[in-house]
């Protein structure tokens, strides 16, 4: 894609602020026409830079009080382990996120429970249980210093 103009990071950050807002809305906010504007959202959705929308829940109301960074070191790197280990850390709905990394371990895996007990449960009865995993360390978040979402644009 070609780089971005000052128009097309204006239009960027506002849809990370706030995507619900009205094309007429978002138009004024970048100085510009409805028609012209809707083309520039049209083009990066088609472009895939702008992947979809969302709504941000809270953890908190939802009854999620823990959060857990999971380190995994993998027993082998085969594709077939490999393959089946993602497709099942995919199918778990408490995690929210999972890297594969360089470094001494080999995928990092972010996670959410009610509270530690759950978050325990979690980890002895499913995630020790994933295809390849050998070995396990695991912290906690204390608190969430910032989680805005937000990508730079054209930095």
């Known amino acids: 894609m070609k780089p971005f103009d000052p ?5 960027l950050l506002a849809l990370q602020r706030d995507a619900r807002q009205t094309m007429a809305e978002l138009a004024e906010h970048v100085s510009l026409s409805q028609s ?14 702008i992947e979809g ?24 790197h085969t594709a077939e382990t490999t393959a089946a280990f993602e497709r099942e850390v995919m199918a778990l709905p408490q995690v929210v996120a999972c890297h594969n990394l360089s470094g001494n371990y080999d995928y990092l895996i972010e996670a959410v429970e009610a509270d530690l007990e759950s978050f325990s449960t979690l980890v002895r009865n499913k995630i020790r249980c ?7 360390a695991t912290s906690f978040s204390l608190k969430e210093v910032k989680a805005s979402g937000s990508l730079p644009v054209g930095t």
């Open 130 to 136: 994933l295809p390849g995993v050998k070995e396990i």
């Open 7 to 11: 128009t097309d990071k204006a239009i």
């Open 36 to 49: 012209p504007c809707w083309r520039r959202v049209r083009q990066l959705e088609e472009s895939g830079v």
């Open 53 to 76: 929308y969302h709504a941000a829940l809270s953890r908190k109301h939802l009854g999620y009080g823990v959060t857990g960074f999971i380190h995994l070191q993998m027993q082998d």
